[in-house]
């Protein structure tokens, strides 16, 4: 075989494995839900690493398809509505809160929010919070006596009750289906968590890898 034929039959290998490699991810799915005064670096890092490690990832906006105002004043466009999102798939493999005081609270206070987590969570299926938002998993009653995080200045809020056993010193806390995390910094590492948990250690490897994303 010629030298062009060799190298063009290594871009056809290369393209089947490709192929095969998102065939088998894409069918995993993950829901970003997106509220006004969502942090931003958190909603964004969480959908482009997941996507990154071929997960079929919709960017809902809570209140609709239209632009989002978020924290730092970055504005991003939802792929659709939460509602028609829910219509598209109503059984998401991960549902992941972004946090953001205005944001999470929003999704501590919408109903639609608190019945979509809790067949989530009945189901088996991942639940992910990360900075402030998982107080909306407490204000809906989801993860109780399970070991979670947040952003340090919402502790007060997630230790009162009891319900939870709170944990300072890990980046990511994974119980069960329930995953946390602690703020913008710890994104990278929440949305690898998942990815993990998605699609496996391997490929989540190869996605910070190609990132050239230090790992401690």
């Given amino acids: 075989m010629s030298l062009l034929g ?58 609709g398809p239209d632009k989002v105002l978020c924290s730092r004043q970055v504005v991003i466009v939802p792929d659709m509505s939460l509602q028609d999102a829910l219509a598209k798939n109503s059984s998401y493999d991960a549902v992941i809160l972004p946090g953001g005081l205005g944001g999470s609270e929003l999704l501590s206070k919408s109903a639609k929010v608190g019945k979509l987590l809790k067949e989530q969570e009945s189901s088996g299926r991942i639940v992910a919070a990360i900075c402030a938002a998982p107080t909306a998993l407490k204000a809906h009653g989801i993860g109780l006596s399970k070991r979670v995080t947040s952003y340090p200045t919402t502790k007060d809020v997630m230790v009162d009750g009891g319900q939870y056993t709170y944990v300072e010193d890990q980046k990511v806390v994974v119980d069960g289906n329930i995953v946390t995390s602690r703020g913008p910094g710890t994104a990278f590492d929440f949305a690898l968590e998942l990815s993990k948990i998605l699609v496996g250690q391997e490929t989540a490897d190869k996605v910070a890898n190609g990132m050239i994303l230090q790992k401690n």
């Fill in 6 to 63: 060799q190298v063009s039959l290594s871009i056809l290998k290369r393209e089947i494995a490709r192929s095969s490699f998102l065939s088998r991810n894409m069918s995993r799915t993950a829901l970003v839900i997106l509220a006004a005064g969502a942090e931003e670096m958190e909603a964004i890092i969480s959908a482009d690493v997941l996507r990154r490690a071929g997960v079929q990832v919709t960017i809902a906006g809570l209140d």
